[in-house]
Nanobody, 127 residues
Framework: QVQLVESGGGLVQAGGSLRLSCTNS????????MGWFRQAPGKEREFVAA????????YYADSVKGRFTISRDSAKNTVYLQMNSLIPEDTALYYC????????????????????WGQGTQVTISS
């Protein structure tokens, strides 16, 4: 069973940092491709970052490359999203997702590839 719980969201000023966490209370996160998505008011859910089951591959949206880093701690059964140099455009509800698929770049960026989702954590960046 997979139950994802996100934490770490909040309100920060532009230029600041946040680290989001996603903990799975069920099976090990190492068994899944793990992804982060976000959704701003009035906009569609968009891909942010993903990490393959082997940890060999990490994928990022162009808008966050060089600023965000996805990582995984198998001992804590947790996936992280370190977000630096935050800008107001990063304001959104951030979701963690898990999927049992091959983990290619195209599939990792597609929200329909993921079978499990958390409830989301709000990130608000003030200018």
């Amino acid at each position: 069973q997979v139950q994802l719980v996100e934490s770490g969201g909040g309100l920060v000023q532009a230029g600041g940092s946040l680290r989001l966490s996603c903990t799975n209370s069920g099976r090990s996160v190492m068994n899944y491709v793990m992804g982060w998505f976000r959704q701003a008011p009035g906009k569609e859910r968009e891909f942010v970052a993903a990490i393959s089951r082997s940890d060999v591959n990490r994928y990022y949206a162009d808008s966050v490359k060089g600023r965000f880093t996805i990582s995984r701690d198998s001992a804590k059964n947790t996936v992280y999203l370190q977000m630096n140099s935050l800008i107001p455009e990063d304001t959104a509800l951030y979701y963690c997702a898990a999927g049992s698929f091959l983990g290619t770049a195209a599939s990792a960026k597609n929200p329909n590839s993921y079978g499990y989702w958390g409830q989301g954590t709000q990130v608000t960046i003030s200018s």
